[in-house]
């Protein structure tokens, strides 16, 4: 990421990519107390546009309210650096990261008179996610790492140093030759996977965990708003144990990077067998309900539904 051509914008003023560095005494670097969010910018049929940017940018207001932050700019001049993010850097589908963290004034816990930083940067996400891992799922185990909970942590913030623990599970569960993690509560219910919510399908009715120890996700609304909107599909949020997930007919992540992955596997336990889901060499059902919803998701995100284009702003 050091080398290549483009600009960040840093508290107001613009830093080529080269240039964009930070002192090693940064607070943010040592003890994790930053928030950050991750926003998609996609070329649809009308134009450039950011998908749900206010929703993204008022989680990070909240987010650094949460953690007593003072953020030095409003949400409006934070949506404005995105756009114009988009547009200095010359990007259409786009990845955006806009990072809020304290300063070097001081170290230890007790610094006084920490500067808040405010950043955006932007760059082409390319291929992120296989376009196997889109037909064919996932194949995920449970983490021995519980997700947070809300008296140790700030479930509903995106803070930096969460990603600590998503981190610790990710890296086991690839380490073992997985593709993902499911982490539970710390009383064992589903929590969310490792950046990115988790819904499964039973009877025709979709269910997610409750957001308690897991992220407020934008997907997960997105899909619980297309779900309940334009299938007429039912959806419960509730707390959901790890065999639900193994007795599902199906199930799916949710994330702003990810999209809809499916959820082919858990534990080593075929998701869906006595629904008739495929073999796992082959892609998921076209008349999934999974399918069904990442097909309306692309349609939502690329301005072609009518009833969801408030979702979009222009770049
Ligand atoms: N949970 C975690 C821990 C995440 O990092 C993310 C990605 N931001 C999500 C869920 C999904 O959230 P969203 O749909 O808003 O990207």
Redesign the pocket.
Known sequence: LYDRDGWIWQDGEWREWREAKVHLFTHTLHYGMGCF??VRAYAGATGTHLF?VA??TR?LAESAHALDVPLPFNEAEIITAQRECLRKNGLSNAYLKPTVFLGAEGLGLRAQGLTTHVMVAAWDLGPYISPQAATHGLRALTSSWA?HHVNISLCRA?TSG??VN?MLALNTAVKAGFDETIMLDPEGYVA??????VFLLRDGVLHTPEVTS?????????VIQLAQQVLGIEVRERRITRDELYTADEAFL?????EILPLRELDGRRIGVRAGAPPASEPISHDSVTGRLQRLYRQAVWGELEDFRHWLSPA
């Open positions: 969010e991750g749900r929703e993204h989680r997700r995106k969460h990603y998503s969310e996977a490792s950046a990115a919510n897991c992220l407020q996700g934008i997907t997960r609304d997105s949710t994330g702003t990077a990810a």
